[in-house]
């Protein structure tokens, strides 16, 4: 492939991305929704004007970071601190629930005299799948509500982490089931040792940061020195400690949140990631898809299989964040927010391709999930944010009338 017509590429998903992004805010949906809707269109499903490369695949990693970074930097700690063991628990039942209703929905499409068998173990790698949240597309819902530091904002954030780290440690006993030589004990020691690492790298790299900060504030070299920290972050997690990276640049966020400067450099990395990398992010997740190898069973699987996985993680985070003292339309928020699916999941299916646990017609259904749970998200999220708006300021509205019959 010349180098040059990596440029065309580049041009065709920026207009296409902001084209449909516009059109979405115009419907009232959010803009992902409309960059996810591009991505689809120009890829191979449709026009098949931009084929996924390395290239767009390695840019679209950088978006995700930038947004995950972002995020951290938006967390109010102390509002974290509140919603910690929620959020925990939040997470340990959508990993569950999700895990156990992909491996029964498995066993009932194709029948269970597969347990016991080798299918057992492909039936158990469906439900892995169904545990892997996406929270990049739930971020970027959520800062365009204006809701992402709020508690439930907070609640989802956290759990999706957390989420994604259950998530990990299960893939790795689910293998090592298969292989013989993962050790699925060293990934829990390894995620222990991480989180550890990364409160005494925090404490010292905050004191420095907010050392840098005092003396040069509000100027370029913060953010930049800010987007080393996370990508250098994110680096170590995957690299030695065997973490998904986005878990690192997430961490990273977090330990620069309590600077003064720290508005200041996610008002930086918004504009990278508005202008070209966060569109490269959700087209690519349209990109990925390509629906040659579907027919009627896969379709029918498929469809079942998106169905299952939103309702797992609807009901099973939703129903505990309600035993969390959440109220009824918080607690569908959060079960809401914890429904996407993304890069995390295609890291699970790849991975369960390499050692022989997802035959790879069924990728096909890990990408109608990605697409369904990206697009429907944020779009409910909307809608279920709107009438708490609704409801609010018909509560204010009927307290004014009341105070001016009061006050006569």
């Not at 068998?117 to 819902?141: D, H, L, P, Y």
Request: charged content about 15%; overall charge neutral.
């Amino acid at each position: 492939m010349e180098s040059y017509l990596v440029f065309k590429d580049l041009a065709i998903i920026i207009i296409a991305a902001k084209f449909f992004g516009i059109i979405a805010r115009k419907c009232k949906a959010p803009q992902v929704v409309g960059e996810i809707i591009a991505g689809l269109i120009i890829g191979p499903s449709v026009l098949g004007l931009v084929e996924q490369t390395d290239f767009l695949s390695k840019m679209a990693e950088i978006g995700v970071m930038l947004l995950m970074f972002s995020a951290g930097l938006e967390t109010d700690l102390k509002e974290m601190r509140k919603t910690g063991f929620a959020a925990f628990l939040v997470a340990l039942a959508g990993v569950f629930v999700s895990l156990a209703g992909g491996t029964l929905y498995f066993l009932a499409f194709y029948g269970w005299s597969a347990v016991g068998t080798e299918q057992f173990f492909r039936a158990v790698f469906i439900g892995c799948i169904m545990t892997a949240t996406s929270v990049s597309i739930t971020v970027q819902a959520l800062k365009e509500l204006g809701k992402i530091k709020g508690k439930v904002g907070t609640t989802i954030i956290s759990a999706a982490i957390i989420d994604d780290v259950i998530g990990i440690i299960v893939l790795t006993f689910v293998i090592g089931f298969k292989n013989p030589d993962s050790d699925p004990g060293r990934v829990i020691v390894n995620t222990l040792l991480f989180f550890a690492f990364a409160i005494v790298v925090g404490l010292i790299s905050y004191k420095i940061f907010k050392w840098f900060d005092n003396r040069y504030p509000h100027t370029r070299r913060i953010p930049i020195a800010g987007l080393a920290f996370c990508f250098a972050m994110a680096y170590i997690a995957e690299k030695y400690f065997g973490i998904a990276d986005i878990t690192g640049a997430y961490l990273a966020g977090i330990i620069l949140c309590s600077i003064r400067d720290s508005e200041y450099i996610a008002e930086k990395m918004d504009v990278n990631s508005y202008m070209i990398f966060g569109p490269l992010f959700f087209a690519s997740i349209g990109l990925k898809t390509s629906l040659d190898s579907l027919n009627m069973d896969v379709l029918v699987f498929s469809i079942g299989f998106v169905i299952v996985a939103i309702l797992c993680k609807v009901v099973g985070c939703g129903l505990i964040a309600k035993c969390c003292k959440f109220s009824l339309s918080d607690s569908a928020k959060i079960g809401v927010g914890m429904m996407t699916r993304g890069e995390v999941a295609l890291i699970v299916s790849q991975k369960g391709l390499s050692v022989g646990l997802l035959d790879p017609v069924y990728f096909t259904s890990v990408i109608l999930l990605i697409i369904t749970s990206s697009i429907s998200t944020p779009i409910i999220l909307k809608l279920l944010y709107g009438k708490d708006d609704a409801s609010n300021n018909r509560d204010h509205t009927a307290f004014l009338y009341k105070k001016e019959r009061d006050d006569d």
